[in-house]
């Protein structure tokens, strides 16, 4: 904005750009999600994607369509693969209750056998599920309540996948066009940050490509191995499982502790090697990838400290949804950027206070 305007004009130019940049956000608001989406998905794969284009010796619409594919491949079809398994998960525990509710089900011995709290499970277990019409008898007043909580999640998740399917949309053009988007971008940035943005554009892809390969790769691996660990070990509703662990592993030491459950139940059934393969092998897995893979893949990227990335994780998700997973831990990259931004004092010396100094000392210069 020019210096030399009026003051009455320069009001009336802050208002012209504030309305158009109001107009815009109303105008894109139903798709800012789903654009935040293909951006991160953009910067995390775009070396993979460089490399698709040099192999199509530089046909970038074509290249855009191969990268996007690939990420529909090995992206969206395991999500959407884990949606289905988990569906019928659901599925199966809602025919068992409405069967319970219609015939009445005998306490399992898994129940009764349970060495922590059996007794209490078994009080409960008889007075809801052994006996015809009981279920449906509490969850009468709460008829309304369930089916309203059930169409919301229903909505919630056709809401998720149309934003899925408009994000790779999206996706193919920040493919198609990355280079110019990434030109316009940092025009815009050198303007007004000048010395400024560098610092910040040169940390957000790596920060970027380390939270997805550590937060969402991981965590699809993680559930893929735990869930075919629970099946192969013949526990009911393993994909579930596998999933409630895989998010969980996040806190420390809820994982194991959900191991050591279910390893109990099978002890209660005789299964005793499984619930000793459970509760090991799913322990080692967990500690492989939370404490050695993903601080690794995080970190290499970030240099954040691992109890950082947690925060980073927890307030994200808390306050972005979903979406917060990835973009709580880049915003604390940025926030270690400004850190040691402030650092540097006006002749762009790094200051060295990590020496005890006494009181009213001067830190030396490097």
Known sequence: MSSNLLPGKQLVSVLFTAAILLGAFVVLSPFVLAILWAAILAVATWPVHEWIVTRLEGRRGLAAAASTTLVLIFLVGPMALLLVLLSQDIYTAASFLIAADTYGKPVPAVIANFPIGGDYLTQLWEQYLAHPKRLSGVLEAQLDVIRNAAQTVFLDLTSRLATLLFALWVLYFFYQDGKAISAWVNQIGYKWLEYRWPSYVFQLPDALRAAV??????????????????????????????????????????????????????????????????????????????YVVRPVLIQGGTALPFLAILFGIFGGVGTMGIVGLIIGPVLLVLLLVLFREAAIDERSIDLDLTQTMKPYEVPPRK
């Open 213 to 290: 390969n550590g937060i969402v790769i991981v965590g699809f691996g993680e559930a893929l191995l735990l869930s075919l660990l629970l099946w192969v070990c013949g526990v009911p509703s393993a994909v579930t499982l596998g999933v409630v662990s895989a998010v969980i592993a996040f806190i420390p030491l809820a994982a194991p502790l959900l191991f050591a459950i279910i390893a109990f139940m099978l002890f209660a059934v005789d299964a005793v090697a499984a619930g000793v393969a459970v509760f090991v092998i799913g322990t080692v897995i967990v500690m492989a990838a939370d």
